[in-house]
Structures are given as structure tokens and as C-alpha cells.
């Protein structure tokens, strides 16, 4: 029996169209064509590009994927977003997130998490397939030299989401798998472990940042890969190499060395900086975005899901989508920086008072200023309550997302205009977040470290307190740890994070809470939390998502299962 994706063959097509990948200069506006041949691929430069450009993106596997547009390199601004496993928040009408959070992913049955193996797989094995024929193209070595190093970072992302997902991994090399091979032998499936793994990524990666150009100036498009691209995939892959979760709990200082030195070498490039224009339009600005590294371009010819219908609130007649929870509510801090606390009345009776600005660029809360009017959540009367219409998309957890969602869009009919913002894979934000705890776990929180977190706490907009000084490493990493939590909510982080450090048995089992506001007679509000879902639960087997039950039979179970999930 032959493996469904790690051979799967190219079956000699390629879609070129521009419902694809957008970006300002429309790079992928190609002419349409339905299937070219292999014969034509190789035979003309420009056919042979543009098959190269288009493995920035992925095949559709599952249901609301894309929203009509093919996924990119991960699931991005799909309607239950990767936030919604996590203690961000959850999906409002489950789209297969709730069995997950409560603790029930198995290999039968792994909803949203399921796409990464049969994905990745496939994407390596058409990176292998051009890498293989690209001598046979008439075309400059220079040309050439350019569109390897762009295939070998494709395929280092691709390994890099195999790797941070299941940890050992096959490596398939640069063989290219074809329908009729032998495939009997049980080292084509023999997984290689996570060290070893990285470890070739990271030389790949090295392959590709010399011949990739610094900047997307000149002829080189946005959304295509950078030197900065790869080595900030680079820095992120060190970083997790050097973290709990990958070295067995160990603490080896030289990873953690190699690491910052990686965040610094981005750093070092000077080819980028913190956005300046403000939190909140961070998100919302693609063009002249010195934060932005590399990111999936969307525009009005090629859509994501309608964000602001897809997560607004019911009163607008929104979805609700992924609400966040009271779990990353209540750890945006103070503006003077302390913690906020509901046993402090000067918090408890105004909760929403004086948080850190970037809270009010990524939570809609009870009050919170939104299109029209103030966002109303309690009860009884609230519009975006369950007194409100549309009441079956009501909040379950009492709060609904604002970060991404660009209020010049509609919320009602937004089908031919909204689902233009740009998805980023990498900003510098999380390469001063990388250098900061990488660092700090190499030599302790230097002045560098200090340096990194402060930089982002002190952008304009955000403008938070300086971090005290004095810490010691271990205070500083709790710092680090909770910077991160807020400057890079719903990006896709968390679940990673949390994982790789491994506090996930802690936090992942901790309840999914929510609010519930009433209104008195007098106007008063009375705050008590809730549990949004019920059950919410983490094992030890959930660090490493299971491999899909398909795959292990199609390889006539000779892939090993991860641990846990037999």
C-alpha cells in the first residue's frame, strides 16, 4: 500500500490564476490556465516561475479552508483561527476546536489540527520536483540560483510546521516519489528525530538566505521570500530547538547562544523595525510596513474569510466567531504596568479602564467603542448579548476580536469587498521577542534583552511602562513569556509557545472562563466569571499532534504513531 502523501505524485498540473496569492503588484495575476503539462513546465522560464511562486500556497484539505481561496503556508484567517485551541479563545459555534480543547484529539478524529501532515508532505515533494528538473530549464544560473534558494525556504517552512507540530518527522531529501515505486521498505517511512530534523533545515535555510535577495524592492514581489524571511524562520526554528519541549527538559546554553545570535543576525540586516502607525493598524497597513518580514498578500481579486462578519458581534448581525477569553483578558496589564486584579476594587469596578492599549486594539469588550455605537454585552438589553438579535451568534465567553478586523469593511454583505487583510508569517516585533528570551536564557537579562522588550512596550501606541530593572533571569523570562502572550495574540503563537515551554499541562488545563455582566436598574455593572466551555482539558500526548489515522494505514502501518496516541 502506498503512502497517500509523502509519494504523492505530481499528477503533472500546475493553477496559475489570480485567485491565488494577492499582493499590491498583483505578482500571481498571471494569465489563467486550467492544467499544463509537465513537458511545459520545464520548457519555459516564465511557466517554470510562476509553478514556483504558486508552492506558497497548499492544496485545499478540509472544509472552510480558504473560503475559496486556496490556504497559504498555515491557516491564517480561517473562521475557527489556531487561536481557538488555545487559552485565547475559542471557536463561538465549535467548527470541530471543541473536542480539541476538551482534550479528545485522536488520530481518528483531529478536526482543524489535521491538515498539516497530508499538506506539508505534498508541498516538499513539488519543491522536490522542481529542484530536480530546474537543470533542464534554459534560464541563467543566476535566475536558477534565485529560484532554488526560493524552493529550499518553501520547503524549510513546510518541515519547520512538520517539525513544531510532531516533532520527529520524516525527511524525504531531495527524492521525488512516483506512483509505481517500491515502497516496502520500512526506511521510507523511518521518522528522524527533532534535533537531527532541525538541524537539516537550518542548512537549507543557510542555502537559501545567500542567493535570496535582501528586500522586496526592485523586481523581487512582496510575499515572496527574503533573505530576512529565511533567517527569521531560521531564528524561530533555534529558538524552539533550545526550548524545554525539544531538548527533553534540558538546559543547553549553547542552543540557546545560537538562538539569539540567529535574532540578532535579523536584527543586524537593518532592513527592518517596529511599526510606528500604531497597534492596531499594524495589521491593516501592507504597504510601507517596516514591521512586516514575510506575509500571505490578499487583495480585492483574491479574498480570505470575511473577518468582520465571520468574528463580529451579534448586535451588527456577526458571527461571533473567535471570541476571546477571560483567560488573556485579565493578563493585559495596568498603563502604570502593574498586573490587574479583581480584588482590587479600583479594577474590579472598572475593568476595562486604563489596560494596556494594545487590549483595546485586539478585545471588543463591554463599552468598547465599535462602528457606530458601544459594544454591548450585558444582560438584560444588550445588543450584542443574547437579548440582541442574531442571538444564536451571541459571545460564549463575553468579549469578541477586534485585532485584524478593519472597521471600514462591512459587517453586513461584505462578500465582494472585505478579506483583504495580509496574513504575516514573520514581523520583527517576534524577532526582538526571539533575541529577548534567547538571550536571556544564554546570559541573563542583559542590557539587550532589556532593549528588545522595551523597544515593542515603548512604540508608539502602545507606549507601556519600561521593564523594571533589576530583574533576575528567572523574572525575566516570566516577563518575556508574558510579552509575547500580548503583543502576539491570535497569531498563532501561543499554542507553540506554550507547548515548547512546557506549561502547557498548566494552563491548557485550566478552565476556559468568560464573563457574564449584568446591568442593575441604577446602570451599575456586576462582573462575574463563567466558564465558557465546558471541559477544557490537556494530556501529555496533546505536545505533539497525533498522525492522522489515513496516513498510518496508507503506509500500511509502518509510520510510526507519536507516543500516546496508539
Not at 485545499?60 to 479563545?89: C, H, I, Q, V
Not at 527533532?194 to 535582501?214: C, F, G, Q, R, S
Not at 506575509?295 to 483574491?302: K, P
Not at 446602570?523 to 501529555?540: P, T
Amino acid at each position: 500500500m502506498k503512502n497517500q502523501t509523502i509519494i504523492k505524485p505530481l499528477l503533472g498540473i500546475m493553477l496559475i490564476s489570480s485567485l491565488l496569492v494577492g499582493c499590491k503588484d498583483n505578482f500571481l495575476d498571471i494569465v489563467p490556465t486550467d492544467r499544463v503539462s509537465d513537458a511545459s513546465i520545464l520548457s519555459d522560464s516564465t511557466l517554470f516561475e510562476a509553478y514556483v511562486i504558486n508552492r506558497y500556497l497548499g492544496i485545499r484539505l478540509t472544509n472552510k479552508e480558504g473560503d475559496g481561496n486556496l490556504p497559504g503556508f498555515g491557516r491564517g484567517f480561517e473562521y475557527a483561527m489556531w487561536s481557538s485551541l488555545t487559552d485565547e479563545s475559542i471557536y463561538n459555534n465549535d467548527d470541530n476546536t471543541w473536542f480539541i480543547q476538551q482534550g479528545q484529539l485522536s488520530p481518528e478524529n483531529t478536526g482543524i489540527a489535521g491538515t498539516f501532515w497530508g499538506r506539508s508532505y505534498r508541498s516538499i515533494r513539488e519543491c522536490n520536483y522542481a529542484l530536480a528538473n530546474i537543470g533542464e530549464l534554459e534560464m541563467s544560473q543566476s535566475g536558477k540560483d534565485l529560484l532554488i534558494a526560493e524552493l529550499k525556504f518553501i520547503r524549510a517552512f513546510r518541515y519547520h510546521d512538520l517539525i513544531r507540530n510532531y516533532g520527529d518527522v520524516v525527511l524525504m531529501g531531495d527524492r521525488v516519489t512516483e506512483l509505481g515505486e517500491d515502497f516496502t521498505d520500512p526506511s521510507f517511512f523511518e521518522k528522524t528525530d527533532k534535533e537531527a530534523a532541525i538541524a537539516y533545515v537550518l542548512e537549507e535555510l543557510d542555502a537559501a538566505a545567500t542567493n535570496l535577495p535582501v528586500s522586496n524592492n526592485g523586481n523581487w514581489q512582496e510575499g515572496r521570500a527574503t533573505r530576512g524571511a529565511a533567517l527569521a524562520l531560521k531564528a524561530r526554528l533555534l529558538l524552539y530547538g533550545a526550548s524545554p519541549l525539544f531538548t527533553d527538559g534540558e538546559r543547553d546554553v549553547q542552543k540557546w547562544q545560537r538562538a539569539a545570535d540567529a535574532a540578532r543576525a535579523v536584527m543586524d540586516l537593518q532592513q527592518y523595525s517596529l511599526y510606528q502607525g500604531g497597534y492596531g493598524e499594524l495589521f491593516l497597513t501592507p504597504q510601507s510596513n517596516v514591521e512586516i518580514i514575510f506575509a500571505r498578500y490578499y487583495n480585492i481579486n483574491s479574498r480570505h474569510t470575511a473577518l468582520e462578519i465571520a468574528n463580529g458581534p451579534n448586535g451588527y448581525d456577526g458571527w461571533g466567531g473567535n471570541v476571546p477569553l477571560q483567560n488573556l483578558v485579565d493578563d493585559y496589564e495596568m498603563m502604570d504596568g502593574t498586573r490587574f486584579d479583581w480584588e482590587n476594587d479600583n479594577h474590579s469596578d472598572q475593568p476595562y479602564k486604563n489596560r494596556d492599549p494594545r487590549f483595546y486594539e485586539t478585545i471588543l469588550y463591554n463599552g468598547a467603542p465599535y462602528r457606530d455605537r458601544e459594544v454591548e454585552t450585558f444582560v438584560p438589553g444588550g445588543r450584542d448579548s443574547q437579548d440582541g438579535p442574531s442571538n444564536w451568534n451571541t459571545t460564549k465567553s463575553g468579549y469578541y476580536l477586534k485585532k485584524f478586523i478593519n472597521e471600514e469593511l462591512p459587517i453586513r454583505n461584505p462578500w465582494e469587498v472585505a478579506g483583504t487583510q495580509n496574513w504575516i508569517y514573520f514581523r520583527y516585533a517576534e524577532i526582538l521577542l526571539n533575541y529577548a528570551e534567547a538571550q536571556n536564557e544564554a546570559v541573563g537579562p542583559d542590557a539587550s534583552v532589556y532593549d528588545a522588550v522595551n523597544a515593542i512596550r515603548g512604540r508608539t501606541g502602545v507606549e507601556m511602562p519600561p521593564l523594571p530593572a533589576g530583574l533576575t533571569q528567572d523574572q525575566m523570562r516570566e516577563r518575556i513569556r508574558h510579552e509575547r502572550r500580548i503583543e502576539l495574540a491570535f497569531e498563532e503563537h501561543r499554542y507553540y509557545d506554550v507547548r515548547r515551554w512546557m506549561i502547557a499541562d498548566e494552563v491548557e488545563n485550566t478552565p476556559a472562563y468568560g464573563i457574564t455582566i449584568t446591568k442593575d436598574e441604577d446602570g451599575r455593572f456586576n462582573y462575574e466569571r463563567k466558564v465558557a466551555l465546558e471541559g477544557k482539558q490537556f494530556l501529555e500526548r496533546h505536545y505533539w499532534l497525533p498522525i492522522p489515522r489515513s496516513e498510518i494505514l496508507a503506509s500500511d502501518n509502518q509510520l510510526p504513531q507519536n507516543p500516546g496516541y496508539n
